[in-house]
Each structure stands twice: as C-alpha cells, then as structure tokens.
C-alpha cells in the first residue's frame, strides 16, 4: 500500500473523527478549539499506532496531558467503529478533595491517610472489552512525575471477585493484578528512576509481565482470568464500587496516588510489541513537550 492509500484508508479517517470530538468538546464547553500543532501531534500518534499493529488493539487511551482539560477527557481512540457513538468523556469526582489538571502534564490528586481520594471515573468496564479480554489483556499509565510512596495505585477496576489494576513508578515497588480471581501478580523494584516512564502490565498465554521503558520487568504467571463488571478508575482504582484508600501497607495493600502527574492511561489487548508502543509514544510525549527524562 502507498503512502497515499495508507493516508486515505486507515490515517485519516481516525484523525477527522478524533478532531470532530475534540472541536465538539470545545464549543460544548465553551472552550477554544484545539491548536493545529496539538491536532498534528495526536495525527502523529495515531498513526504511528496503526502502522504498528497497536491501534486496532486499543479499547481507550486518555491523553491527559493534552492543551485543554476537556480534551484530557476524552479517549482518542473508537473501538466500536467510527460510525458509532463516541466513548463518554471520564468523570472527574473530587470527593471534596484536590484533583488537579496541568497543561501539557496531566491530572494529579492528593490524599493523607484514609481520606477518601479525587479520581477519574474513566467510565468504562474492563469487561466490556472488547480488545481487552480474557488472558490477553494490558494496561498501561505513562507517570510524568514521581513519588515516594509505596503501594500507590495508578489506575484499575476490581469487583467482588476479579481485579484489574496497576501501580507504578515509584520508589519502593511497582505492581499490580490483571484479570484473576485467585491468584495475584506483584512486582518489586529497587529502582526510583521512573519519572517519565511508560509502565504497561501485559497478560497473554497465562502469562503477565511486565514492561517498564519498553523493556521487560520482573514478572510471574497467574491464573482464573476474569474481567471486573465496574468502572476503571484512575489516580486509584475501583474496589467494587468505592476508590480504594486503605493505609495498609503493600502487598496488597491499596494506598492510592497521592501526588505523581498521570499523563496517560490506556488498556487493550496483550499480545503486542511493547517495545514499538512505548518507542511511538516517547516520540509524541517529546513532541508534545511532556516527555520526562526515564530511562
């Protein structure tokens, strides 16, 4: 296929419709209209994920650190066709607590002790899928700062008896569960260097790992996949209906962020090339201005 059909067929379609809801975000909300530049670098983006055979694999990604806030909650990518409705925007819930948004960063939420946190409801299940699934599921959180916390969870979902979620980036451990019932996945680091990374939690073949940097991390098998039938949330996650904020200390325990810049969050499907996704992403997050100095 030429350059031409490639931008015809598969590029552009995906960009006018992403711009169309960015244009309808702004005059909903009485907002400028995205920036030329802005809209070139997310055009780069996508395009980058579809000649690496990753956005056809997405369910969402959020660019939180996009020009406007509006924009920040909406997801680039339309699993369900480009004819369909477009996924809702996430939910901001502040809880009476701080949930910040900063141009070009992200979203950030702050928290002490048992304090019920501000969260992103990302308004989506992982059990409506449909890319993420059943042992072949990933997820995935792009930290633009870093904390010195342990046990801070990034983003997730859990219902009564499945869980889906990450915890990265920090100073202490990196973690996480993914679509088990039975049996848990955590992950240790000794590393504090994790400003600036994109972390992906990946499960394929009975198998997770984990991915730092598009590199490999430590990782176990795990088993009884299953998908939570409740909401993502991100900034913590979803215990079966409440953002988790025990103080108990990991693992498991389920401490949420409290400080780090989340600057995006994305899941899908498992069994695809980290290495190429994370390369594709640091060349937009350069562009764009909000890419960090990991690894």
Partial sequence: MGASQFFTNHLLPHTEAYTAQLVSASIANSKPYPSGQY??????????????????????????????????????????????????????????????????????????GAITPAYLDLMWKPSDGPNFYDNSAAIGVYSYSDINLAGTWDVGAADATNIASLTCGNGFNKGGYLNNDSTHLYLYSNSNHHTGSLTTLTRYSNVN????????????????????????YALTYNLNGTPAHSTTTPPPGLIMNAGRLLSMVFFGAGALDQTAFYNTFQAFATAIGFNQYYP
């Fill in 39 to 112: 809209v070139g670098y997310v055009n780069a983006l996508i395009a980058g994920l579809i000649i690496d055979n990753y956005w056809y694999e997405l369910d969402r990604m959020w660019i939180f650190a996009a020009e406007q806030r509006v924009h920040a909650q909406l997801s680039i990518v339309n699993p369900s066709g480009l004819n369909a409705s477009w996924p809702v925007a996430l939910s901001e819930q502040t809880n009476g607590g701080t949930l910040t948004w900063n141009a070009g960063q992200g979203y950030t939420n702050y928290h002490s």
């Fill in 209 to 232: 790992v984990h991915y730092e940097g598009g590199l490999v991390g430590y990782g176990t098998a795990s088993a009884s996949p299953a998908r939570p039938t409740v909401n993502a």
